[in-house]
């Protein structure tokens, strides 16, 4: 006790301890009493009719901006760090709302089978504008289903067969590139690739190479920059986003003023033909035809650049895997075929099982979208929580295909998980839970359009590669980021050459064996 009162007396007569203790209670304390004062604000004030069951727990940071710098800092390693905190349903605010995070196939059923009676779209502020008002991902209701009516014509069974020589012959033409430069950055060169496939099958372009570098760095702005704070400040994130849109619709207005001017004399169709043809419905205005194909090119871009990277990270790292791959080609006749020769129709492509396989679980392991968003319609349940109308959903694709109890150890990365699996990427049949526990093209009524023009440029680039090259990774396991898509921090680093064909190969072991 007495040295209790001595230590009360000596900081009643010390101002600098004073000043200390005064510093302790602002650092530590009133920061606490902002954070609890807002989050009383924003959940005392939220819908709670329908529902007695209480919200999910979790924080909501600090006023108007949330745990938005957090989420920035931290990446993917945020929503991680609290799935394991909170479980599978928790809320958090960023990006100027208070949002709540469901993941598990159970939960993800109740959001994306709720469109336009629980949900509809709500994508971050930054988002929409960047994508623009005429994107699919923006519409609702019947705009919605009218406009993927539409765009859905350039992905038929018919057009993707028609897309198979041109997205052999570019893959070719890179993958030559790639050989004679030895060394490469892994991301930059598929990043090249896909952008020069996009160019070609959805816009019918022909870009040299070196104008794909620089438009490809500028898409790549746009999108790294489109998860921002809503603040349109120069030099701030969304103000780079849509100073580099500017310059993306810019070009895509081009090509589909060529098209139109040029018409059928194309000997090339690609998807904005298709669209055209459909585009006397009086669906889209010109402004909306620019924000959908831009759309596109995300989907077949940057999303296919990062899933061909991780198939060059998992492969160099599963010398195994991609031998079983070679196997499969072999016994098909296609491994050592000459190119004039083979036959890559679009039923030979989805024969090859194996192969299908590794991109099932590249696509797993790896989503190339981590979350879809949707705001809530009204009040309703998801598990044992309350879900208040109004508030942001974030689906968290990547967080379930990462923790569902159908995977046996769901972190690694294993393609012959799929030999007893079922089908879980197919839309039809009642096994509508299985299937929410893959789900790398969304689900429901908002699935990806575009997923089978990925999927056939992503299986074509798989066979290609592993009839065409070796390769070996400088750093086999790299620092990832995940958002906006996955991707290597070093951008894959490799050294990359030819690969001799196994006849040559036979022909060389024979001549050593004559030698002896």
């Not at 019947?142 to 014509?153: D, L, P, V």
């Not at 160019?199 to 921002?228: C, P, R």
């Not at 090119?297 to 296919?304: A, E, I, Q």
Request: glycine residues 6%; charged residues 25%; contains cysteine.
């Amino acid at each position: 006790m007495n040295e209790l009162a001595a230590f009360s007396d000596w900081i009643l007569n010390n101002v600098y301890a004073q000043v200390l203790c005064i510093c302790a209670v602002v650092y530590y304390f009133l920061p606490w009493m902002i954070k609890r004062l807002w989050y009383i604000y924003i959940t005392h004030n939220c819908d709670s009719e329908g529902s007695t069951n209480p919200l999910p727990p979790g924080t909501l940071g600090y006023p108007i901006i949330g745990e938005t710098f957090e989420f920035v800092k931290k990446n993917a390693e945020f929503y991680t760090e609290r799935r394991k905190k909170y479980g599978d349903v928790y809320m958090t605010h960023t990006l100027g709302r208070p949002t709540i995070r469901v993941s598990g196939a159970n939960h993800l059923r109740v959001v994306l089978t709720g469109e336009n009676s629980l949900v509809s779209t709500q994508w971050p502020s930054s988002v929409r504008k960047v994508f623009g008002e005429g994107s699919l991902a923006m519409a609702e209701g019947t705009t919605h289903i009218s406009r993927k009516k539409i765009i859905i014509k350039a992905f038929t069974h018919e057009a993707l067969e028609n897309y198979i020589p041109s997205i052999l012959d570019i893959t070719r033409i890179y993958l030559l590139k790639w050989t004679s430069e030895k060394e490469i950055l892994g991301y930059n060169e598929c990043k090249e690739l896909a952008f020069a496939l996009a160019a070609k099958i959805l816009m019918g372009s022909d870009f040299d190479q070196e104008y794909v570098t620089e438009i490809s760095s500028t898409f790549e702005k746009m999108i790294y920059n489109m998860f921002s704070l809503p603040l349109l400040i120069p030099g701030l994130g969304l103000w780079k986003a849509l100073k580099a849109k500017e310059k993306i619709q810019a070009e895509i207005a081009k090509c589909i003023d060529k098209i139109e001017k040029e018409g059928s004399e194309q000997d090339f169709r690609s998807a904005i033909h298709h669209i055209l043809e459909q585009k006397e419905s009086g669906h889209y205005h010109r402004k909306e035809l620019v924000d959908a194909v831009q759309e596109l090119f995300f989907t077949g871009h940057d999303t296919s650049a990062s899933s061909m990277t991780n198939i060059l990270m998992f492969l160099g790292r599963h010398p195994e895997v991609l031998q079983r791959v070679r196997e499969e080609l072999d016994s098909e006749g296609l491994l050592d075929c000459p190119d004039e020769e083979l036959d890559m129709s679009l039923n030979k492509i989805c024969k090859l099982k194996y192969v299908y396989s590794v991109i099932r679980e590249v696509l797993r392991v790896t989503s190339p979208v981590g979350a879809g968003y949707r705001k809530a319609l009204r009040t309703f349940e998801v598990g044992d929580y309350r879900i208040p109308k109004g508030w942001t959903i974030a689906i968290g694709f990547r967080d379930t295909h990462l923790t569902s109890p159908v995977y046996r150890d769901p972190e690694a990365f294993d393609p012959s998980r799929w030999d007893t699996l079922p089908n879980l990427d197919k839309q039809e049949g009642d096994s509508s839970v299985d299937r929410m526990n893959f789900t790398p093209f969304g689900a429901g009524a908002r699935f990806c359009v575009g997923k089978e023009y990925a999927k056939l440029i992503i299986r074509i680039f798989l066979i290609e590669l592993a009839r065409k090259c070796d390769w070996k990774l400088l750093n086999p396991y790299p620092k990832m980021v995940f958002i906006p898509v996955p991707r290597a921090v070093d951008r894959l680093p490799m050294t990359i050459w030819k690969r001799e064909s196994s006849s040559n190969q036979k022909m060389d072991n024979s001549e050593n064996e004559a030698r002896t």
